[in-house]
């Protein structure tokens, strides 16, 4: 799990005819049922996922951010004064306070993030923490062309991408983002980006099978969301949160699995279920390390730099433009 963009907006779709509702329905009509993953980030689903970073199960996001301390100084060593860092997918801002302590000489920070809710209380933080810092709070899809401010328009640019959130991006998508990334960038431009890696299911499968139910509300809440915004019929309590790993891709797949036969009506569609039919929710990919450098290169970057913890659990990797 990690908060991730798509090209739609949080904005509640309005008709059947609206982009993101039309991803929702074509998803629902496929053999395979799936819903848009960028459904999980309403304010409430913003607030689950938060509680799960704090999760005892919940490995990635404490591991990535003592990674982080350990390697802002050396990130700090190749960031040029005036450098402008800009974050995908910049959720609460948290782990970003770490890289911004270790780096007093940039010009500005842009956080980009479907949240408004996220932007806003972040922004509002780092005012207090960072008061010098030009902070570019800026709503939307990170996979879009990122026009910057005229005055930071030609500084250097140093992007970061925590959370392992390239992982909820099929391996060729996730190529797709990381050249997309590097156009946004520029010539000089570096990623630091965070990596879940390989690791035994004894470990894996409680991060995203909480002991508290915080995961199974944060996957369900999806179904609540659509019967809010969208006037959907889901009996929430009809269905069940599953995740399970892949090994033939290499990932965890969330699923919301339906407990019963049932219909569901939505935007004057009807959805049937059967009993253990599920929706597929969100996928999490873990990779090798050799296997994201080999990735990263495909995309156009050169890896200078990888940083993990003493367990190996996770990874962080520093990407240059390759030229």
Wanted: aromatic share 8%; with cysteine; net charge negative.
């Amino acid at each position: 799990m990690s908060q991730i963009a798509e090209k739609q907006t949080p904005d509640a779709p309005g008709s059947a005819k609206d982009p993101a509702a039309r991803v929702i329905l074509a998803g629902l009509s496929q053999s395979r049922k799936t819903l848009p993953c960028f459904l999980f980030y309403d304010v409430h689903g913003s607030e689950l996922f938060e509680e799960i970073t704090r999760l005892p199960e919940y490995y990635p996001t404490r591991t990535e951010a003592a990674i982080i301390e350990a390697a802002a100084k050396d990130i700090a060593l190749h960031t040029p004064p005036g450098s402008v860092l800009v974050e995908f997918g910049s959720g609460s801002s948290r782990k970003t306070e770490i890289l911004l302590s270790a780096l007093p000489s940039l010009s500005a920070y842009v956080p980009i993030d479907v949240s408004r809710s996220a932007l806003d209380e972040a922004s509002a933080r780092l005012a207090v923490r960072f008061p010098s810092l030009r902070v570019f709070p800026t709503l939307g899809d990170f996979a879009e062309h990122l026009s910057l401010p005229q005055a930071l328009s030609k500084r250097p640019r140093l992007g970061f991408f925590p959370g392992s959130t390239i992982g909820n991006f099929a391996p060729a998508d996730a190529c797709d983002l990381l050249s997309h990334m590097a156009e946004n960038l520029g010539p000089s431009g570096r990623l630091v980006i965070g990596v879940d890696l390989r690791k035994d299911l004894s470990i894996l499968l409680p991060a995203y099978n909480d002991a508290d139910g915080v995961t199974a509300d944060f996957n369900l809440n999806i179904l609540v969301r659509l019967n809010r915004e969208m006037g959907a019929d889901f009996n929430v309590d009809d269905f069940a949160h599953r995740a399970v790993f892949n090994r033939e891709e290499s990932r965890i797949e969330m699923h919301l699995v339906s407990l019963k036969a049932q219909s569901v009506e939505l935007l004057g569609h009807s959805f049937a279920f059967a009993e253990g039919e599920s929706i597929h929710t969100e996928n999490s990919y873990k990779y090798s390390i050799p296997q994201f450098k080999e990735l990263a290169r495909r995309a156009g970057w050169f890896p200078r730099e990888v940083w993990t913890d003493p367990k190996s659990l996770f990874s962080l990797h520093e990407l240059t433009i390759a030229h």
